[in-house]
């Protein structure tokens, strides 16, 4: 069973893969950021809420505060009722939102309702208090308070129970207690100094959760080509392809009866065109390999390379449309004598597209006459759309694929283009 690793990678692919998904990679930045950044926000506001409360112990506490008497003038109530009746009227939202108006305080209701406390200081009596240390009031300024609260307190109580159920014992006054036991933090101390959050700590978290959160986002798109996009295996370049299998042949052209069972394949045509689907598919190698197997036994084979050299002075086929050199003058020896090489330009000097010229095919059935097989090594089909140019100029296409560099899409393409410009394609040759 064949293993699912990837041997060769195109990190430079990915890259590109992991930029056009730009908006995944900023998604995951974000939403780690908000993630991290708010939780460690959400600590400093807890902690400047503990602050507030330990700022405020550090002095004496003041206290505007009232005692009140609850009647319990009708028998079918129960007492205790009564008492959370009271309570729950003097923290209610409607009379502290009256009192922090009324006021002009600086202060939220939540704050103020932390402020007002009723506490049972006799028979039937209650103190009902505001802490004015903890929103910053002097003495003079929680006795308003509490008489404001006195008052609407009185007023919402005999509105909803009647009069006389609540009286007032003693009228609003400051008071000032001294805690027993402080709540501050000695910030000398080391550890309490590192464990203190500051904006910038909430800053730099966020940033770093955005950092981290671009490095998992960018980790899990490659992951996610790694998986679904490039293919890994013999059978699964095969299948994507659906396309007869010509043979496997290694890159190094060490199995070199392997290229000889492709070439008895495909050996009843005379020009070929090869076409890769990248650049990763070691074409110029297979291409080679195949025409030494080709070119034996007294038989000659020309390799015709295209490349994407635009320099005028190099650009052997457009020298030949205009006159200025023969087919003959552009045949070069290679290491073996039954095998030439041709090697000609993509595009010409003034971008004439040469493929499409009428005296391509004239030039290519002039090598014809001179060999028993051509190769035409094709540029790239991912890169380039010449091979559906060179296609009918051809006897056959020969398509080649390789271990984890071919994705299904490019595939999907080419095998389209083949479709659409009605390319016939003699197999897929799978390079190891």
């Avoid at 974000?30 to 112990?57: C, D, M, P, S, T």
């Avoid at 700590?201 to 996009?229: D, E, H, M, P, W």
Wanted: charged share 25%.
């Amino acid at each position: 069973m064949e293993s699912k690793s990837v041997k060769k990678v195109d990190i430079f692919n990915i890259l590109n893969y992991v930029i056009r998904k730009w908006f995944i990679v900023l998604l995951a930045g974000i939403l780690l950021a908000g993630i991290v950044g708010g939780a460690r926000f959400f600590e400093y506001k807890v902690q400047k809420k503990n602050e507030l409360y330990q700022n405020a112990h550090k002095m004496e506490p003041i206290y505007g505060s009232f005692v009140v008497y609850v009647n319990n003038f009708d028998n079918s109530e129960n007492f205790y009722n009564r008492i959370e009746d009271v309570t729950a009227i003097a923290k209610g939202y409607s009379v502290l939102t009256e009192v922090i108006e009324k006021n002009n305080l600086l202060v939220d209701y939540p704050t103020m309702m932390n402020c007002v406390t009723v506490v049972t200081v006799g028979i039937n009596q209650l103190e009902i208090s505001v802490e004015g240390s903890l929103i910053g009031l002097n003495q003079d300024q929680v006795v308003q308070v509490a008489e404001d609260l006195c008052d609407i307190l009185m007023d919402k109580y005999e509105s909803s129970f009647g009069e006389k159920s609540v009286t007032l014992i003693d009228k609003p006054h400051a008071k000032a207690y001294v805690l027993t036991q402080s709540m501050t933090v000695d910030e000398n101390d080391p550890e309490n100094k590192n464990k203190k959050i500051t904006k910038m700590n909430v800053i730099k978290r966020g940033l770093l959760g955005g950092v981290v959160g671009v490095v998992l986002g960018a980790v899990g798109v490659v992951f996610y080509v790694l998986l679904s996009t490039i293919l890994r295996t013999k059978n699964e370049v095969v299948e994507c392809f659906g396309m007869s299998l010509l043979g496997s042949v290694d890159k190094a052209g060490q199995d070199k009866e392997e290229y000889k069972r492709v070439v008895k394949r495909i050996k009843d045509r005379q020009v070929y065109s090869v076409v890769s689907v990248t650049d990763k598919e070691y074409r110029n190698e297979t291409v080679d390999y195949l025409a030494g197997q080709m070119a034996v036994n007294g038989l000659k084979a020309a390799i015709i390379r295209i490349r994407e050299d635009r320099d005028e002075e190099k650009n052997h086929l457009y020298q030949y449309f205009t006159g200025k050199t023969s087919v003959k003058d552009m045949i070069c020896d290679t290491q073996k004598d039954s095998v030439k090489l041709i090697e000609w330009s993509e595009a010409a000097p003034e971008d004439v597209d040469l493929f499409t010229n009428a005296k391509f095919k004239e030039a290519v059935d002039e090598v014809r006459k001179s060999f028993d097989y051509v190769l035409i090594d094709c540029p790239a089909a991912k890169s380039s759309a010449a091979i559906l140019n060179i296609a009918p100029a051809c006897d056959g296409v020969i398509a080649l694929a390789s271990r984890g560099v071919v994705s299904e899409e490019d595939v999907y393409k080419l095998k389209y283009n083949f479709r659409e410009n009605n390319i016939e394609c003699l197999g897929l040759l799978y390079v190891e």
